[in-house]
C-alpha cells in the first residue's frame, strides 16, 4: 500500500490476452499516466519481442508483471476491482461509465488495494468473469463501430485515473472495513457447500444461481464484520445437517 | 459542414507520421468516437498494409484519408484549430488541457470546420507548425514518462471530443464571423510585405519577428472584418511607398 499515491494501489489485469503488442501497448499507456502494476492472466504468448517493442521506455512494467493462473488470482486482496466492457446484456450489475468508475477507483485505492480488469481483444470478459468484480465500467463510444483496441482502453481509463488523483480524496470511512476478494470468495464457497447440503442447490441442475450469487456477493459491498456474521450463519446451517 | 453532428466538421491532421501501424490505430481511435475526417501531412509510407491491419474495420477512413503537402494546406478553410504536444518552452500561445481544448473544439465545430493536429511520433511539431494553430493543448501525464504513443494521444483526444458532444453547444455568437485559415495566411503575407517593404522588416536579419507575427494572428481570434480592416490600412501603407 502506497499511501501518497494511490495509482501505485491500482493494479491493471489484462485477462488472456491474445497479441504481445498491445501488452506492450499497455504497459506504455499506463507508465504514461503514472501506473505501474500490471498482472497478467495466461497471456497466449509473454514475453515476447513485440511486446517490448511496443512498450518503448515502459519495459520495467513487463519486467515486473505478475503472472496468474485466473482472474481471482489476479484479485487476491483487492477490496475494490472494475470489470471492463463495451457489452453487457446483463445489466444487473453497477454499470458505471469510464469517468466515473476512475473516480471511484482512486478513492478506494488511497485505502485499499483495487484492481481493473481487461477481457481478451475479441471476446472481452465472460459475464462470470466481469461478475467476480465490484462494478462494471464502459467507455463512451460510437455505438456502430465501439471496437477499441485493448492498449486504446487501458490508455483512456490510465488517463481518467491521474486525473481523478486531482481531485481531492474522501477521507476513509472510519466505521467500514471492507471485505477483500479472498473472504468474499471464501463466503460464497461456503454458500455454495452449505446450499448444496441443505438440498437448496441442486448441483446436477444448477441453472444460473452460482453465477448469481456470486456477482450478488461481489455487487453487495460487504464488510469484513458482516462476512463473519454470514458464515457465522452458515456455520449453524452445516451443523444442523449433522 | 454538418449541422447535425460536430464531429464531422472535426478533421484530424497527421503531421509527418513516421509509422503506418499508428495511422492505422489513429484511424481505429477516430473511428471508435464517431469522427471520419482524417487528414495526412506527407507520411513516410502510406497507403500501407500495416496502416490496413491496425486499423481494423476502421480501413474506410484511410481510403478517404486526405493528403496535403504541408500543414497550411490541411488547414485550409477551418476556423479554429488545436495543435498538441506534450512539451511546450514557449508558453505564449493559449496552453488547454485535452478535456477544455476539446470542448472548445466542439463548441466552435458546430458552426465552423476545425481541425486538430499532432505531431511526427519522435519530434512532435515543431513550435512554427504548432504556431499556425489558435490554440495549444497537452494531455496531462506523469512528468517522469510523458510519451504517449501518437494513437493513443489520438484515442484521448478523440474521446474527450465525444464526451464534449455531450454537453449542450452553445449558440453561434450571431455577430462573430471568424476569420478563416486562409484569409489568416494571406493577411499574414501581406503583414509580411509590407514590413519589408516599410524597412521594417529586414530580411537579412529576421530574428523571430516572422513566426511571432504568425502566431499573434493565429491567436487573436480575427473575424471577416478585421482582417479586412488591417488589410485595408497595408494597402493604404503600401500605397505610400509607389
Not at 33 to 49: C, E, I, K, Q, T
Not at 124 to 149: F, H, K, Q
Request: aromatic share 6%; charged share 25%; with cysteine.
Amino acid at each position: 500500500m502506497n499511501k501518497r499515491d494511490p495509482l501505485k494501489n491500482i493494479r491493471v489485469v489484462l485477462a488472456h490476452p491474445s497479441h504481445p503488442g498491445n501488452i506492450g501497448a499497455a504497459a506504455r499507456a499506463m507508465k504514461t499516466m503514472g501506473l505501474d502494476a500490471l498482472h497478467l492472466v495466461r497471456p497466449r504468448r509473454f514475453p515476447d519481442p513485440e511486446a517490448d517493442a511496443r512498450a518503448a521506455g515502459a519495459e520495467d512494467l513487463l519486467r515486473n508483471a505478475r503472472m496468474h493462473p485466473d482472474i481471482p488470482d489476479a484479485l487476491r486482496g483487492c477490496a475494490f476491482s472494475v470489470a471492463t466492457s463495451s457489452r453487457h446484456r446483463e445489466l444487473r450489475h453497477d454499470l458505471m461509465d469510464a469517468r466515473a468508475a476512475a473516480r471511484e477507483l482512486v478513492a478506494q485505492a488511497a485505502h485499499h488495494p483495487a484492481a481493473i480488469v481487461f477481457g481478451n481483444e475479441t471476446t472481452g470478459l465472460t459475464s462470470e468473469e466481469a461478475g467476480l468484480c465490484r462494478v462494471w465500467a464502459r467507455i463512451p463510444s460510437d455505438p456502430r463501430y465501439p471496437s477499441l483496441n485493448l492498449a486504446a482502453a487501458v490508455q483512456i481509463f490510465a488517463y481518467e485515473l491521474r486525473l481523478a488523483t486531482a481531485q481531492p480524496a474522501p477521507p476513509a470511512e472510519p466505521e467500514f472495513v471492507p471485505a477483500n476478494f479472498e473472504q468474499l470468495d471464501l463466503l460464497y464457497r461456503h454458500f455454495e457447500k452449505t446450499m448444496t447440503h441443505s438440498g437448496f442447490f441442486d448441483p446436477a441442475n444448477p441453472k444460473r444461481l452460482l453465477p448469481r450469487l456470486r456477482r450478488l456477493l461481489a455487487r453487495a459491498r460487504l464488510e469484513t464484520g458482516e462476512v463473519d456474521i454470514l458464515r457465522g450463519f452458515l456455520n449453524a446451517v452445516d451443523k444442523m445437517h449433522r
